[in-house]
């Protein structure tokens, strides 16, 4: 249905407006003119579809509409920088119950990047499976090689021409120069000058001068484990002595020698009637120190670990539990509102009762009388109160 028929139909007073105004206008021609225009609304709307969905991938053919009639159709085509494979349908009908026929932009596909190949010892892989604008290539090198260049390219909307964010990295062959020289020693390999990855070399200590050998503190075996990065930092050379260790109250079970070099290990015991804070092993580190370091033997029996008493128990501190029942709370405010209804009942009862009694009474002795009657009633009720 139509709107110029709805209007014809409408059983208003007033057909011509123009006539209405030239009179003051009665209140029953207004109620028509309002009439006609709700069922004209009602009409146009009733009988319409909103405008159609709308869609990320599509748009409609032509301008939109404020409402549709039943059985209109629409059309459908891809936005701009999306393309169109067959066969998903790309068009609409406003149907009887006033809902669009249902439709997807499924047909449209977004516009795709150049293809990038695998970069010579690397590979490149679309990250979310798709060459698609809006997504991501991914790039990694095979072991002993290392990219030069951006590790994410993104397919990005240049205008409405998808292109790469960045151009594609390289994958260069992973090398290290050789690793630092040291002071009282030396490695393998030292005529090399180019390491390959996972190339190693092996540090050792010279022969000491005096009476106390060097010890080789740190790693000894380096290897090349990146573009220019050795697995650790160079060992030293040098003489570790450690003091020699003395427990009071205590003696020593294991690791005698004159001499305490690098890495010597040393336990302890307590005499009889003390025991050992710390702890019983150390090793000679290093920095000539014994690490963790030597141990105490006190007086007495080995202390069990003592136990601090919770803090809600301590005399003050008063459990914020106790003493006041969230579920007492409850019961106390559900009988406070109990008492508040009973309250406000009771006492519209008694208004109720008084006015009807007033009207009983009023109605034989009249208005006259009203004020007499007013003043007599007060009275005679004041004295029970
Ligand atoms: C409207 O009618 C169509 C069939 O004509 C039906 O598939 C659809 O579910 C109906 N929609 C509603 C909201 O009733
Ligand atoms: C694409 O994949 C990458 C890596 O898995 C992820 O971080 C990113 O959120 C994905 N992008 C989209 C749009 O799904
Ligand atoms: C045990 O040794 C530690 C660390 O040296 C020290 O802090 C602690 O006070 C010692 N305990 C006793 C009971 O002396
Ligand atoms: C010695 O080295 C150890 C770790 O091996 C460290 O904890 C300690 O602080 C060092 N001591 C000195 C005096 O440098």
């Not at 309002?34 to 609304?41: E, G, Q, R």
């Not at 009639?69 to 393309?83: I, L, N, T």
Request: proline content about 11%.
């Amino acid at each position: 249905m139509t709107a110029s028929s709805a209007s014809r139909k409408a059983p208003a007073r007033c057909q011509e407006p123009a006539r209405c105004q030239e009179r003051p206008l009665p209140s029953r021609c207004l109620f028509g003119i309002i009439l006609v225009a709700l069922v004209f609304l009602l009409f146009t709307y009733s009988d319409a579809c909103d405008p159609p969905p709308t869609f990320e991938a599509m748009q409609l053919i032509g301008k939109p509409k404020p409402y549709y009639e039943v059985g209109e159709e629409v059309k459908y085509q891809c936005k701009p920088a999306y393309f169109y494979i067959p066969p998903i349908a790309m068009y609409t009908v406003c149907e009887l119950n006033h809902t669009w026929l249902p439709v997807t932009d499924d047909g449209c596909f977004r516009l795709t990047c150049s293809v990038i190949k695998d970069p010579a010892n690397g590979r490149a892989v679309p990250a979310n499976g798709t060459w698609e604008w809006g997504y991501q290539l991914h790039f990694s090198c095979n072991e002993g090689y290392y990219l030069i260049g951006k590790q994410i390219l993104y397919c990005e909307l240049k205008g409405l021409r998808p292109q790469w964010s960045d151009k594609p990295p390289r994958c260069e062959k992973i090398l290290c120069s050789p690793p630092a020289k040291i002071k009282n020693g030396k490695y393998t390999f030292s005529d090399i000058e180019i390491f390959e990855y996972l190339e190693a070399v092996t540090y050792s200590c010279d022969p000491a001068p005096g009476p106390d050998e060097y010890s080789l503190v740190g790693e000894s075996l380096l290897y090349c484990a990146g573009s220019g990065v050795w697995s650790s930092a160079p060992p030293e050379c040098k003489v570790v002595k450690c003091p020699f260790p003395v427990l009071k109250n205590g003696r020593q079970i294991s690791g005698f020698g004159k001499k305490f070099s690098y890495k010597a290990m040393v336990m302890f015991e307590c005499i009889e009637g003390f025991y050992l804070n710390g702890s019983d092993t150390v090793v000679c580190e290093g920095n000539s120190t014994w690490q963790p370091p030597i141990p105490e033997c006190l007086k007495g029996p080995k202390p069990t670990h003592p136990t601090k008493p919770p803090v809600s128990n301590y005399p003050g501190y008063p459990n914020p539990r106790e003493g006041f029942d969230f579920d007492e709370f409850e019961a106390l405010i559900i009988a406070l509102m109990i008492l508040i209804i009973i309250v406000a009942v009771a006492i519209t009862g008694v208004c109720l009762y008084k006015y009807l009694q007033k009207r009983k009474k009023r109605k034989p002795e009249g208005k006259v009388e009203y004020t007499a009657y007013h003043h007599k009633a007060t009275t005679a009720e004041a004295p029970p109160k």
